[in-house]
């Protein structure tokens, strides 16, 4: 009976030489390739070189050495098929039964700041997926494997059955394609974004997982945490966890949303979020100071909440906030002493991330029933408006400040969205509401008396006058809104009316 054979060709070499050796004791000859043929031998294994197979030299820098009928025919020769056998027969092809390829590294290539084109074109993998999609086709009589994690079931596996069920060849098949799909996504994007298209004709991502969670939204949806195998480190899918049981779906929500918030500013500020909006947004001339200013904008609703910080959390502050239940505390470090403090509640979560000023520069993808909207991230800030005061009262210094801070939280609340903002912190939110008065009322009763004297920003022009009257009422001394409504001269005199400064932005910042 003729051997088994199995054909390795690895770029991730991790655990291969005793996989290979596994291989070998179970009565398996080894076909290898270039470098993985080279370490194999350096650890006293027994393989069989490519060429010897094909009767053809590896060219072209190791471009071309397994496109080769020999290899193919080995691979995709259907056993039960008595013409596919008597003619591999005929050409001398034995068939392969094993394949252990993984591809080269394309995606740590171009992750390389200093990455060049031709260094990220020679890393595209063309015999190497070729290989493996011909062996997962082939799969009810080929093993094909490229996951290191696969390794010791298979070997496990031989020596109790002594041949691969075919369930497990199915389920590795899967994985084959699912790799090959993954590796394609990541050269299609790298070579759409070098030539600047930016609507192609068809849309390929991939994710990589990150865990499976308890549960989704509810308890009866199940759900999976994926990210981005190049999307920056300051983003909660790179965050690193110091302690608290692993993260929900919705925390995952919270804390993005906290983050995208947080990273507007330059300045030490603390972001608290309930249910993916602010209730919170304080800055300062130190972390502690904006946590104390979050917390005293709605103190109420910080409570089980998740609070983002830009900057270390020292002890005093850990000693704030220990004060009160909080879901997860995310910053860029925490003190030795305020992780003491703050690992004595058992299941909050304290997790250290990356900090950017700036949203990160993506796309956002949202997924509908049957389809996907794929936009740019919002990434305008007050700095690329073109400003503008129609109103006869230009603001104070002390009422930029605040229609800076409350500009720069409202482009993170849901539509409709009104922010009220004092003292470089938020005292009032409404968020989500169907009309814009209807969420100017509600953050103007949540900032109560505070609202003498406060900001108020609008994510999108006002249609008619009726929330500058409501604000005016309120004590609302300046106002910042897009402008661009056909019925902003009523906005710009009932402004005039009460002596309220009006800013004009021309930017919108919807968020549904």
Aim: with cysteine; net charge negative.
């Amino acid at each position: 009976m003729m051997k088994k054979r199995a054909l390795v060709s690895v770029s991730n070499k991790a655990g291969i030489v005793p996989f290979v050796q596994g291989l070998i004791e179970q009565g398996i000859e080894v076909i290898s390739t270039g470098g993985t043929k080279k370490l194999l031998q350096d650890n006293g294994l027994d393989v069989i070189g490519i060429s010897d197979v094909t009767g053809f030299p590896e060219i072209m820098d190791g471009r071309v050495k397994t496109l080769h009928p020999s290899i193919h025919g080995g691979l995709l020769a259907v056993r039960t098929n008595e013409s596919h056998m008597k003619q591999i027969e005929d050409l001398h092809i034995q068939p392969i039964d094993f394949v252990i390829v993984n591809l080269y590294p394309f995606k740590e290539t171009i992750s390389k700041a200093d990455v060049t084109w031709d260094d990220a074109i020679e890393n595209i993998d063309i015999g190497g997926p070729t290989m493996i999609r011909s062996a997962a086709k082939n799969h009810e009589f080929v093993t094909v494997v490229v996951d290191p994690a696969d390794y010791d079931p298979i070997l496990h596996e031989l020596s109790e059955k002594k041949d691969v069920s075919l369930e497990t060849k199915r389920r590795l098949a899967a994985k084959v394609f699912r790799h090959t799909a993954a590796y394609d996504s990541l050269i299609s994007q790298f070579l759409t974004d070098a030539v600047g298209e930016e609507s192609p004709e068809s849309y390929t991502v991939t994710f990589e997982k990150k865990q499976d969670l308890r549960y989704g939204e509810n308890p009866h949806q199940k759900a999976t945490f994926y990210k981005q195998p190049l999307a920056k480190t300051s983003s909660v899918a790179f965050a690193k966890q110091l302690h608290g049981k692993e993260l929900s779906y919705n925390n995952i929500n919270d804390a993005d949303a906290a983050l995208s918030i947080v990273n507007e500013f330059n300045e030490p500020a603390v972001v608290a979020v309930k249910h993916m909006n602010p209730c919170g947004v304080g800055a300062g001339a130190t972390i502690l100071e904006a946590y104390e200013k979050a917390y005293n904008a709605d103190p109420t609703s910080i409570f089980g909440g998740i609070v983002a910080a830009n900057g270390e959390i020292d002890k005093v502050t850990a000693e704030k906030m220990h004060e009160i239940f909080l879901e997860i505390i995310i910053a860029p470090s925490f003190s030795e002493e305020a992780l003491h403090i703050l690992r004595e509640k058992k299941n909050i979560r304290l997790l250290t991330v990356e900090m950017e000023k700036g949203m990160n520069v993506e796309q956002r993808i949202t997924s509908i029933h049957g389809g996907l909207l794929v936009q740019d991230e919002d990434m305008l800030t007050l700095e690329d408006a073109i400003v503008s005061i129609p109103t006869t009262r230009e603001p104070s210094e002390q009422e930029w400040e605040d229609l800076k801070l409350a500009f720069k939280v409202v482009k993170h609340v849901k539509s409709n969205a009104i922010v009220l903002a004092k003292d470089n912190m938020t005292i009032g939110v409404g968020a989500g509401q169907m009309n814009r008065v209807g969420a100017a009322n509600i953050a103007i009763t949540q900032a109560g008396e505070k609202a003498e004297g406060a900001a108020l920003a609008s994510d999108a022009f006002f249609p008619m006058s009726d929330t500058v009257e409501a604000a005016a009422k309120a004590g609302v001394t300046a106002i910042i809104q897009p402008g661009g409504s056909i019925r902003d001269e009523e906005s710009i005199a009932k402004a005039n009316e009460y002596g309220i400064a009006m800013v004009f932005t021309g930017i919108r910042h919807f968020k549904h």
